[in-house]
């Protein structure tokens, strides 16, 4: 009981302290002020339309999107394909491609980020919005290839083998009957890879331009120069999208697990 | 109509047959199936019965082509498709696990054979119209798998097994998720179908019943080898081996080394008994003494009455003495279980107009013909 208490209030102060930062910064967006205030003098939407005004703004906003859906499609393609090739190619060791996959989880982002700008800078790809989104393509295909795994496993393999038994070649049998069964998990893995892009920021400043910046990136050089509510207001958009990106992979696997309810 | 259709098309014949040519496959040191050959005519209904572990779904497996044989060859009419991947033998396979497309409707799931042969979608519509109907799930075209009871889903399975008139069905226990009475009704229906057309079948149980009921022909297996391949009755009267009698059908089995009495009659040696054999009941080669032998006798063939109080040898020639621990009912028969002096049990059976009374405790006499047992040896 008195444990049970504990956790219970454990988890409230732990909640509290995730929360509370965003709800500031989120209220502060709607201040009438021109300075950062909290509480927030007023309400008012002023601070949004000047961000969506702004061509700064709406530049870096299309910039992180086009990055992170780039980023997404990449990483469910390689993910995918890793984890195919982990459980069902039988020509790699599993655990090895597993770990291949896995590393950028694991080594320091910063580390990520100046190998990259190295070897960008080396070959001549430094600059492009295909060679950030490669590079965020890379910390998304963990989410990808964990998912995807996961999915693959809790296959009964007699489905492929009954698509062989009809007839099915190894690859219309993976195109057709094991690719749409783990397309779910992919799909949310894909999800998880654009919020990875979208809110990344030790990457994008290493291999930012001055016409190739992220939404993360902007809001770093503007809190640098002094915050303003515009920084606040971008900050919530940027949360906004998040929590609806985060919302879909709720609904694919809330959706996923009724169709496969077993009567 | 789904019979006709498949004559007037006339590509395939029916059913294939299908020879296996000392098939063996070895896990390290396991073997999983060890130098099984055996013979199915075309449009035979074949039965791999086996205890769990005996090697049915190994030896399944590589007449599907899902795993190389250690050794040996596999034939389908005559042809050697040892090297022959799956999706070209052109089989039809059902799966204990259903194994249904979940993300494709029962429609799609049935057609997706049809269309790995090429066949143009207003054709396939119609054979998957009579193969829902062949199955008795007329109308169920939209529904997801997912939406299906087990039997049902099975329903689509075996549908899609046979749709392309396959040349060989291979099913791996495809009744052993569903319940008793569904169990019995589906074993009819997919006999019936499987007789209608003409297909030749691979069926695999672990359900000695299932096998009697469905097959002309059972190879039975015990450690990844084929002890005896034959007919149902055959392997019941006539067990190559103690282990072929116990798997089908009940059996007492008495143990011994064959005696021959002064008189010339070979005896196997019993306390509290007395056990002769006919020789004509041999399953393999004339016994004489000194053989070591399995005298199976049959629940059926055992009468059994209350032993008189004098203690005088019955003058039967086969006898055991014992004490009655169970009388069971057993649906429409009653099942007597003796104790025997040494711990060893004896089963009887008796149909319910011929009840024997009697209560557990008492001591009984049971008797029986020599003709009615059979001589057979370990396995
Ligand atoms: N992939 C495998 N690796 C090692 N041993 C196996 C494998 N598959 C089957 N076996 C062994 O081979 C034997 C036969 O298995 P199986 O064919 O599945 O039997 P059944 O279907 O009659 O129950 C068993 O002893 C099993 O443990
Ligand atoms: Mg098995």
């Known amino acids: 009981m008195r444990a049970g208490l504990f956790v219970r209030v454990f988890g409230l102060v732990f909640a509290a302290i995730l929360i509370i930062p965003t709800v500031v910064v989120t209220a502060t967006a709607f201040t009438e002020g021109s300075i950062i205030t909290f509480p927030p003098q007023g309400m008012s939407w002023r601070w949004f339309e000047e961000v969506l005004t702004d061509p700064v703004w709406t530049g870096a906003i299309r910039t992180s999107l086009t990055v992170g859906v780039l980023a997404a499609v990449i990483a469910v393609l390689v993910g995918t394909s890793l984890a195919l090739a982990a459980a069902r190619s039988g020509l790699l060791p599993s655990s090895l491609v597993v770990a291949v996959g896995m590393t950028p989880m694991v080594v320091p982002l910063v580390v990520v980020a100046i190998g990259v700008y190295f070897v960008y800078v080396r070959i001549g790809l430094y600059g492009g919005i295909l060679s950030l989104a490669l590079a965020h393509a890379v910390l998304g295909v963990p989410f990808v290839l964990v998912n995807v795994l996961a999915a693959l496993r809790s296959l009964d393999p007699h489905v492929e083998e009954a698509a062989r038994a009809c007839g099915a070649g190894p690859v219309r049998t993976l195109l057709r009957v094991t690719v749409p069964q783990i397309l779910p998990a992919a799909l949310i893995g894909g999800l998880f890879a654009f919020i990875t892009s979208w809110d990344e920021v030790v990457v994008a400043i290493f291999l930012n331009t001055p016409t190739l ?13 002094g915050l303003e509510p515009s920084t606040s207001a971008v900050a919530t958009i940027l949360t906004v999208v998040s929590l609806v990106v985060f ?13 496969r309810r077993v009567h | 109509m789904f019979t006709d259709k498949s004559r007037s098309r006339g590509t395939d014949a029916p059913g294939a ?36 572990g005996s090697g049915k779904t190994t030896l399944l497996r590589v007449i599907a082509g899902f795993l190389e044989p250690s050794a040996g060859r596999v034939l389908i009419d005559g042809r050697d498709v040892t090297a022959v991947p799956v999706h070209r033998r052109n089989i039809g396979m059902v799966f204990q696990s259903y194994a249904l497309f979940p993300h494709l409707s029962v429609a799609r799931n049935i057609a997706f054979p049809l269309a ?33 009871s087990g039997g049902q889903r099975q329903r689509v399975a075996l549908a899609r097994a046979i749709v392309s008139r396959p040349s060989l069905l291979l099913m791996d226990e495809p009744l052993g998720a569903l319940d008793r009475r569904l169990r019995e009704v589906l074993q009819v229906e997919i006999l019936k179908l499987s007789r209608e057309l003409g297909l030749t079948v691979v069926n695999v149980t672990h359900d000695q019943e299932e096998a009697f009921t469905m097959s002309d022909r059972i190879a039975l297996l015990a450690d990844g ?46 306390q509290d008994g007395h056990v002769e054999i006919d020789a004509a009941t041999a399953v393999r080669s004339a016994p004489d003494a000194g053989d070591e032998v399995v005298v199976v006798v049959r629940p059926w063939s055992v009468g059994v009455e209350r032993l008189g109080r004098d203690g005088a040898e019955p003058g039967a020639p086969c006898w055991l003495r014992g004490r009655l621990s169970a009388v069971i ?41 020599s003709r009615d047992a059979v001589v057979t040896t370990a396995g």
């Open chain 1, 213 to 225: 910046r992220t939404l993360p990136v902007v809001i770093w050089g503007q809190v640098r120069s």
């Open chain 1, 247 to 259: 919302a879909l992979t709720a609904a694919i696997s809330s959706r996923r697990s009724r169709s």
């Open chain 2, 17 to 52: 047959g299908l020879s296996l040519e000392g098939i063996a496959k070895h896990y390290g040191s396991v073997r999983a199936v060890d130098d099984v050959s055996l013979t199915i005519e075309p449009g035979q209904f074949v039965t791999l019965l086996g205890a769990s």
């Open chain 2, 116 to 148: 790995m042969r090429g066949m143009r979608k207003a054709e396939r519509r119609e054979l998957v119209t009579q193969a829902l109907e062949s199955v008795h799930l007329p109308g169920y075209e939209d529904r997801m798998p997912a939406q299906l």
């Open chain 2, 225 to 270: 080898k084929l002890v005896q391949y034959a007919s149902p009755e055959e392997i019941y009267t006539r067990p190559v081996s103690d282990v072929a009698a116990g798997f089908l059908g009940e059996a007492n089995l008495l143990r011994g080394v064959l005696t021959r009495a002064a008189d010339g009659r070979l005896t196997l040696p019993a």
């Open chain 2, 329 to 369: 009912y057993a649906g429409d028969s009653q099942k007597l279980i003796v104790e025997r002096p040494d711990g060893s049990e004896v089963v009887v059976r008796r149909s319910m107009d011929g009840q024997f009374e009697a209560a557990p405790g008492e001591e009984v006499l049971l008797t029986w013909s």
